[in-house]
């Protein structure tokens, strides 16, 4: 979930990107057993992205997805150079067989259709979140400096406008008072300022139940959407993980994965914090960031593409929000803020 330009997709254009993708897997037929006839969606996607399965007759896959991501509004590079970093840092990515950098296509590995989302249930959380978290684990543990772009103050902030710009103006319709817009603006310098002061590992940015995959022949999770991957907060893709935009948990089995990821994190020698309720303290004021973003994005997904399917998981996304700035007295007048703007009863309950 990126910041992206205006769409200009018309059903000619749709038309030529689909002959020119199936032009490009016909030359790639004899190499893989390609079934064209097969063509088929694979997954919807929240960018310009779209993803497509067809069967092949070569042994080792079955199945294949063929990535169609038009330039200019995609770039397929950053794709192919994370999955050979990621891959060689030991997470479960797809192998790219095969690539037309400059038309936009990729011929891919299939993880198969059955999500963590598909998958997960109250038997199966534990042992699925600790497979993630150890993944996890093994890709911050990998990370370098200078490798992969910064997620710095100028990103950071650029994805917390979206609360103001799409959330708040185009979806509730909400004009802010000078106080109110001095509120959210000191409301982000103090997440800005703690967000940045994080120790900064591999960030892959949508690290959900949506984008790992349950393999049949591996323990690993299968990992997608990894391309708009950066250097950042360590907190960042827990958040992502527990406070999933799609499913949720009762607050203290959260907090129990939460405890298990960071022994995980400090027996494998990361810099998280020493002290447990810090290192919480952090994730929470990094998933507020996070939520405020996805709150934005949704928004914008609805109004200016015309994807509806989010609108049912913003409640959860505000009740993280919610549950965050009711907690901490930094956030107080946040709190009141966003009380005013979904109407909801002035509740009180700070705790640090």
Request: proline share 6%; glycine share 4%.
């Amino acid at each position: 979930m990126t910041t992206d330009p205006a769409r200009p997709d018309t059903p000619d254009d749709d038309r030529t990107r689909m002959l020119q993708l199936t032009g490009w897997l016909r030359t790639l037929s004899p190499q893989w057993g390609l079934s064209l006839a097969s063509l088929r969606p694979a997954s919807d996607d929240a960018s310009f992205r779209r993803y497509f399965r067809l069967d092949a007759s070569d042994p080792a896959h079955r199945s294949l997805i063929a990535m169609d991501a038009p330039p200019p509004m995609e770039d397929c590079r950053p794709f192919v150079a994370i999955a050979r970093l990621f891959g060689e840092a030991g997470v479960k990515v797809p192998q790219v067989l095969a690539a037309d950098l400059d038309a936009g296509f990729l011929l891919l590995e299939d993880f198969g259709s059955r999500t963590f989302l598909d998958a997960i249930d109250e038997a199966s959380a534990d042992t699925l979140h600790a497979r993630a978290s150890q993944a996890l684990v093994t890709l911050q543990v990998a990370s370098r400096p200078s490798v992969l772009p910064g997620y710095d103050r100028e990103l950071l902030l650029r994805e917390l406008m979206l609360y103001p710009e799409w959330y708040l103006a185009r979806h509730k319709g909400v004009q802010l008072s000078d106080d109110e817009r001095d509120t959210l603006q000191r409301a982000f310098e103090l997440l800005l300022a703690d967000n940045l002061a994080q120790p900064r590992v591999w960030v892959h940015r949508d690290y959900h139940s949506r984008n790992l995959m349950l393999l049949p022949d591996d323990d690993r999770p299968g990992v997608l959407d990894f391309q708009d991957a950066v250097h950042g907060p360590i907190t960042y893709d827990l958040v992502s993980l527990l406070r999933d935009a799609y499913l949720d948990w009762p607050e203290e089995r959260e907090i129990d994965w939460a405890v298990r990821h960071w022994e995980r994190a400090r027996k494998a020698g990361l810099p998280v914090a020493a002290d447990f309720g810090d290192f919480y303290r952090e994730f929470e004021w990094m998933g507020l960031q996070r939520h405020l973003k996805v709150l934005g994005i949704f928004a914008r997904l609805f109004h200016r593409d015309g994807k509806d399917r989010y609108l049912a998981d913003m409640p959860r996304v505000l009740a993280y929000v919610v549950r965050t700035v009711s907690r901490y007295n930094a956030f107080a007048p946040l709190a009141k803020l966003i009380d005013r703007v979904e109407g909801r009863e002035v509740i009180v309950g700070h705790t640090f």
